[in-house]
């Protein structure tokens, strides 16, 4: 089935070390999104790339980078992880016809100690 | 922000009865849709209501949309025990190729 799959589920890393999520799709989707979600709070916009083109929200901290080398993967680079870094990171993907269709990944869960 | 509202921030109902979610927005919009998440899982797509739509039903699961007032709701009816879950709300702004989250419903359904 195509999907949106991200790696790992479960990430724990030390604070101020930098980590890489990856997040890749089977849809051939031209836009992707990578999405913070603190707990209990609301999946918040990091940024997304309308096919190779960076776009990235105003309150974005500049801690958070991403990378998109093909149609197919996405990564979200920490550089310097915080403890208020602890998150559910989420990818989404979507075509760019305004028809709607999101297709969310299962997240990854970061922890930083 | 185009993030918009969601009320209540909680709901703790009985098996069997109704719950009603509701969701303001700030701007125009090509569709909105409801998400639900259950605590520390993904996302999960419920239902896509578009602007020129006004009511859409899946299921026990019934959504309205008022552009004019910029808001939506969401309807279960007969919930269940397995309903409990966070319910968001989505605008897929217009122009914008992004899909913004309101901050969420804790519902919570009792046997």
């Known amino acids: 089935d195509a999907m949106v799959i991200q790696n790992p589920r479960y990430q724990v890393t030390q604070f101020g070390k930098p980590v890489t999520l990856s997040c890749s799709q089977t849809?051939?989707?031209?836009?992707m999104y990578w999405y913070q979600q603190k707990s209990s709070q609301a999946p918040k916009l990091l940024f997304h790339y309308y096919d190779k083109d960076f776009n990235n929200e105003a309150d974005t901290p500049d801690n958070f980078q991403s990378r998109r080398p093909n149609t197919s993967f996405c990564f979200l680079d920490i550089r310097s992880p915080g403890l208020g870094d602890a998150a559910m990171y989420l990818c989404?993907?979507?075509?760019?016809?305004?028809?709607?269709?999101?297709?969310f990944g299962s997240g990854t869960r970061l922890t930083v100690v | 922000s185009q993030q918009g509202e969601e009320d209540p921030q909680a709901l703790s109902i009985q098996e069997g009865e109704n719950a009603t979610m509701n969701c303001s927005y700030k701007t125009s919009i090509n569709n909105l849709q409801w998400y639900r998440q259950n605590s520390g899982r993904g996302l999960v797509h419920l239902i896509l209501?578009?602007?020129?739509?006004r009511e859409k039903h899946s299921g026990r699961l019934r959504v309205t949309l008022d552009t004019s007032k910029k808001s939506s709701s969401l309807l279960i009816t007969a919930s269940r025990a397995a309903d409990t879950a966070s319910y968001f709300c989505a605008t897929d702004a217009d122009g914008y190729n992004k899909l913004i989250f309101g901050a969420g419903t804790r519902l919570a359904v009792h046997p």
């Open positions: 849809l051939n989707h031209n836009v």
């Open positions: 209501i578009r602007s020129n739509e």
């Open positions: 989404a993907t979507s075509t760019s016809t305004g028809k709607g269709s999101y297709t």
